[in-house]
């Protein structure tokens, strides 16, 4: 399997610009996650999802963030208007249950928002 | 909620010395702690886990110990290879699952050849 498949790697915009993250998880995997790195914050979670329903998403920071799963395939986590403080490093992760599986993480995709 | 916290935040050793790293929790509800190991320009993997009900694992080089009580788990790399250069995370929750780990703000480890 290729893992978990994110896109774009990099990602440079204008603070108001909409931005969209995409993710493809593990094959057969039926749990997915949005994390975001940054120096300050470290690694937080912003959402997860189970067999493709939103479950938690108390760690999204505020409006402008939302993620849509429309299948067990894909996912994406969108920014609208995006401002630099967004400017983080995302990370898509899957497992193939929650409960105590293992966390399988994307190479991230690094955004920055001038 | 919970917190981690972990200790250092950088970590240099000479090749084939031992390295610790070591993670205090605040919630005693929680019961799963894994370590994830983040090299340059990837995602963080698992490298190893532990859950409440056992006092220490190991793993070839690798070994993690929990004190419940003292409410603290530490990493412990033996035999040190410039490969273990990388950041690595500890993370906690209150579960047994990975759905609302509380991660760890990372140690930097450096291995001098």
């Known amino acids: 399997d290729a893992g978990v498949i994110q896109s774009p790697r990099h990602e440079v915009t204008e603070m108001g610009q909409e931005v969209t993250l995409r993710c493809k998880p593990i094959?057969?995997?039926?749990?997915l996650f949005w994390y975001r790195q940054t120096m300050m914050r470290g690694l937080e979670l912003l959402i997860y999802?189970?067999?493709?329903?939103?479950?938690?998403d108390s760690g999204m920071p505020e409006d402008r963030f939302s993620a849509k799963m429309p299948n067990a395939s894909f996912s994406t986590l969108k920014i609208q208007p995006s401002e630099p403080r967004d400017s983080a490093v995302y990370f898509c992760?899957?497992?193939?249950?929650?409960?105590?599986?293992?966390?399988?993480f994307g190479e991230g995709s690094r955004l920055t928002v001038l | 909620g919970e917190n981690v916290e972990q200790h250092p935040s950088t970590l240099s050793v000479q090749e084939g010395d031992s390295a610790v790293i070591k993670c205090t929790y605040s919630?005693?509800?929680?019961?799963?702690f894994p370590w994830y190991k983040q090299e340059l320009g990837k995602g963080p993997q698992l490298i190893i886990d532990?859950?409440?009900?056992?006092g220490e694992k190991k793993d070839q080089r690798i070994a993690v110990t929990l004190n419940k009580t003292a409410k603290h788990f530490s990493l412990h790399i033996t035999e040190t290879q410039p490969e273990d250069s990388a950041v690595y995370f500890c993370?906690?929750?209150?579960?047994?699952?990975?759905?609302?780990?509380?991660f760890g703000t990372g140690t930097r480890l450096t291995i001098i050849p």
């Open positions: 992760a899957s497992s193939l249950q929650t409960g105590g599986g293992e966390l399988f």
């Open positions: 094959s057969g995997h039926n749990s």
């Open positions: 999802f189970n067999n493709n329903v939103p479950i938690d």
């Open positions: 919630d005693s509800a929680s019961n799963y």
């Open positions: 532990i859950r409440s009900n056992v």
């Open positions: 993370a906690a929750s209150s579960n047994f699952g990975n759905e609302k780990l509380t």
